[in-house]
């Protein structure tokens, strides 16, 4: 059968409508959003290459829910057998009815390509090899040829859609050339300071840059802070990866609950600086990865990133 892509001719004569509502459920990223709708509205698959809570996820998410198709999820890893990705015949009928098309259980992958929807398969680089040969054949026919259950051929909407962490080093081969040669790529770094601000004020629901009341100065500024320090992280010469915006989104909920469970109004309140500290060790030790070479520890590394933030310079923690 052909490939030829139909409905993505269909997708292409609003694309410039679709795009403008698809980034409005993201924020920034326009650049990142741009590339990664033209490559999939060109009917080309994708690598998606960036550290985690880089917004990969939304921004696919935005792409397919304004498209309106199907978003299936795979981890890669070790146990990513190709039966899982493709499917299985269900045993039971099997010994009852013997194989058959009607009691084959799809996998992500075919049910992607009937569907018409993305494959996201996230950490790529940690599937079996036999796993990514299955998959290229399929990227590469659009078609796969399933035993005992027949041909399914892809609807011209499915895309497969991998992500990679640049920085993962864990038992992984780095992909094969004849990988990278089958996939675009997009590159997806952290995002500036005010981006994050506003991901932090979005996700959490504090802070608000015309906010008079006191309840909103002092989540502002714990909103201004939790980034601050979560991009300290990234920065820290003992960290091999420091926390994304999630920490930061984390930190700053905590952080505004602490302030209520304590009765902590103000954040020139001594006690604003401890229960922040607090607010960091919960919501970002978990999150950094420190240099095994370092001899040091995520706590350690955060009461640096607090002293050099509340106590060396306490003037540059004001917000703005
Ligand atoms: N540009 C953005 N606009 C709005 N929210 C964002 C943006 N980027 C990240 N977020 C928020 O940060 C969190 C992480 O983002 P997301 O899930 O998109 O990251 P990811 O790149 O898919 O991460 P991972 O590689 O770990 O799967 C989510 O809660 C999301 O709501
Ligand atoms: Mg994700």
Redesign the pocket.
């Known amino acids: 059968m052909s490939t030829a892509p139909n409905a993505v001719a269909d997708v292409d004569a609003g694309l410039t409508g679709v795009h403008e509502r698809i980034l409005s459920h993201?924020?920034?990223?326009e650049r990142e959003l741009e590339l990664t709708l033209a490559a999939v509205a060109a009917g080309r698959d994708i690598l998606l290459e960036?550290p985690?809570?880089?917004?990969?996820?939304?921004i696919l998410k935005a792409i397919t829910e304004e498209w309106g198709i199907p978003l299936f999820f795979v981890e890669g890893n070790a146990d990513l057998t190709p039966a899982k990705l493709v499917g299985h015949h269900n045993p039971a009928r099997v010994l009852r009815e013997d194989y058959s098309e009607e009691n084959f259980v799809p996998g992500p992958l075919v049910e992607a390509m009937q569907e018409g929807g993305f494959l996201y398969i996230?950490e790529l680089n940690r599937a079996p090899e036999d796993t990514m040969n299955t998959l290229l054949m399929a990227m590469g026919d659009r078609a796969i040829t399933v035993p005992r259950a027949g041909r399914v051929v892809a609807k011209p909407t499915f895309r497969v859609v991998a992500?990679m962490?640049p920085f993962d080093n864990v038992g992984t081969a780095r992909l094969s050339q004849s990988v990278h040669d089958r996939l675009n790529r997009v590159v997806i770094t952290y995002?500036d300071a005010p981006a994050e601000v506003r991901?932090v004020r979005?996700?959490s629901g504090l802070g608000d840059a015309e906010g008079e009341s006191s309840a909103n100065a002092l989540g502002e500024r714990i909103v201004q802070h939790a980034v601050a320090v979560t991009r300290a992280t990234r920065e820290h010469p003992d960290v091999r990866q420091g926390s994304?915006?999630?920490g930061a989104?984390d930190t700053a909920m905590i952080a505004a609950q602490l302030a209520s469970l304590r009765n902590v109004h103000e954040s020139d309140d001594d006690r604003y600086l401890e229960l922040f500290y607090d607010a960091m060790t919960v919501g970002l030790s978990g999150r950094i990865h420190v240099d095994e070479a370092a001899e040091t520890t995520p706590e350690r590394v955060l009461r640096e990133i607090w002293e050099d933030r509340f106590v060396l310079e306490p003037r540059t923690a004001a917000p703005g």
């Open positions: 993201v924020v920034g990223r960036g985690p809570g880089t917004s990969k996820t939304t996230e992500s962490n995002q991901i979005l996700r994304s915006v999630r989104i």
